[in-house]
């Protein structure tokens, strides 16, 4: 289904394929920022301390658990917007620390902060594109839905409107036409068992 609901969304081939490699670069991220905190820090221009450390690892586990979640995810559109809010936090952490001078190299830094923007706004386009195929889907399945009912039985009642009225609303009566129901007891005026 190529369906797009705007200038800016992706059909729903290319953001099923564009989420793959968002999927496929969170593991790799992930793997890296587990395994080598430090390494990661000073590509990226930021102090290497036991504080940036440990984010990277915390930011990891969040990479490799968006990446999962993509993959095996029935709606992939809800872990890239997983990945966008990760995204949010990383601007904002990094962009504090460029403006604070408390980068180890502003220069690497502030053209991280630029990266990782491209990325939140990459994240997000393949997110919205997702979700609006997802909603295009379910609507198409519901309105396929009605389409395919079909009326195979009638059944003509022959008594007036107010006595059939009369006995539906007879909750007793219910297992005479509701066969999934054993019996009922009414037990008060607005109680039944």
């Given at each position: 289904?190529?369906?797009?609901?705007?200038?800016?969304?992706?059909?729903?081939?290319?953001?099923?394929?564009?989420?793959?490699?968002?999927?496929?670069?969170?593991?790799?991220?992930?793997?890296?920022?587990?395994?080598?905190?430090?390494?990661?820090?000073?590509?990226?221009?930021?102090?290497?301390?036991?504080?940036?450390?440990?984010?990277?690892?915390?930011?990891?586990?969040?990479?490799?658990?968006?990446?999962?979640?993509?993959?095996?995810?029935?709606?992939?559109d809800v872990w890239v917007w997983n990945r966008v809010a990760g995204d949010i936090v990383h601007v904002s952490l990094m962009a504090r620390s460029v403006a604070s001078g408390n980068a180890g190299n502003r220069r690497r830094a502030s053209t991280t902060l630029a990266s990782l923007v491209g990325i939140t706004v990459l994240d997000a386009l393949i997110a919205a594109s997702?979700?609006?195929?997802?909603?295009?889907?379910?609507?198409?399945?519901?309105?396929?839905?009605?389409?395919?009912?079909?009326?195979?039985?009638?059944?003509?009642?022959?008594?007036?409107?107010?006595?059939?009225?009369?006995?539906?609303?007879?909750?007793?009566?219910?297992?005479?036409?509701?066969?999934?129901?054993?019996?009922?007891?009414?037990?008060?005026?607005?109680?039944?068992?």
């Amino acid at each position: 289904m190529a369906t797009r609901s705007g200038p800016l969304s992706l059909s729903g081939a290319a953001a099923r394929r564009l989420s793959n490699g968002l999927a496929m670069f969170s593991h790799s991220l992930g793997i890296a920022q587990l395994a080598a905190p430090g390494r990661i820090n000073s590509l990226i221009g930021v102090r290497d301390d036991g504080r940036n450390r440990l984010l990277q690892r915390v930011f990891g586990m969040q990479e490799i658990t968006a990446g999962t979640g993509i993959l095996a995810g029935p709606r992939r559109d809800v872990w890239v917007w997983n990945r966008v809010a990760g995204d949010i936090v990383h601007v904002s952490l990094m962009a504090r620390s460029v403006a604070s001078g408390n980068a180890g190299n502003r220069r690497r830094a502030s053209t991280t902060l630029a990266s990782l923007v491209g990325i939140t706004v990459l994240d997000a386009l393949i997110a919205a594109s997702l979700t609006a195929n997802a909603d295009d889907k379910i609507k198409a399945g519901s309105s396929a839905n009605r389409q395919d009912q079909h009326i195979s039985r009638t059944t003509t009642v022959n008594r007036p409107p107010e006595e059939v009225y009369r006995y539906w609303r007879n909750f007793e009566n219910l297992p005479a036409f509701m066969h999934h129901l054993e019996s009922v007891e009414v037990t008060g005026d607005t109680r039944s068992r």
